[in-house]
């Protein structure tokens, strides 16, 4: 069903719970955008923090485990050498963000990732 949900659980700077020992996205930044959110992923490289295009994101409206209403969202982010699908979520104040890698080189397997967020406190 899409709709607006409670896009707002999702809006803020997440930062992933595993920190900079990921070798995935280590942080997102999500703003609202005319069409659902924008999320801005950055990615931890072999040369350090990397920053993705940001991409826009449908909003889906969704239930949480306790029946309470939230939101979930989609997007791709195509890149020269893969395309990530990005599934974000929040429950119980947790980001969950689920990104499926396809690579376009041959040799490279596709592959699935889930991993956990808190969001930043404003100082």
């Known amino acids: 069903?899409?709709?607006s949900g409670d896009r707002e659980r999702l809006l803020g700077r997440w930062r992933n719970t595993a920190g900079e020992q990921t070798r995935g996205?280590?942080?997102v930044e999500v703003t609202p955008s005319a069409t659902g959110i924008r999320v801005a992923p950055r990615v931890v490289g072999t040369e350090g923090r990397i920053a993705w295009p940001p991409i826009d994101c449908r909003v889906y409206a969704c239930g949480e485990e306790d029946r309470q209403p939230g939101a979930a969202a989609l997007g791709i982010v195509e890149l020269d050498e893969m395309s990530v699908e990005l599934q974000l979520r929040v429950n119980k104040g947790i980001l969950c963000v689920m990104s499926w890698t396809r690579f376009r080189?041959?040799?490279r397997h596709a592959w699935v990732t889930r991993e956990l967020f808190t969001r930043e406190?404003?100082?």
């Open 1 to 3: 069903m899409t709709g």
């Open 25 to 27: 996205i280590v942080e």
């Open 105 to 107: 080189l041959p040799g």
């Open 121 to 123: 406190v404003e100082p």
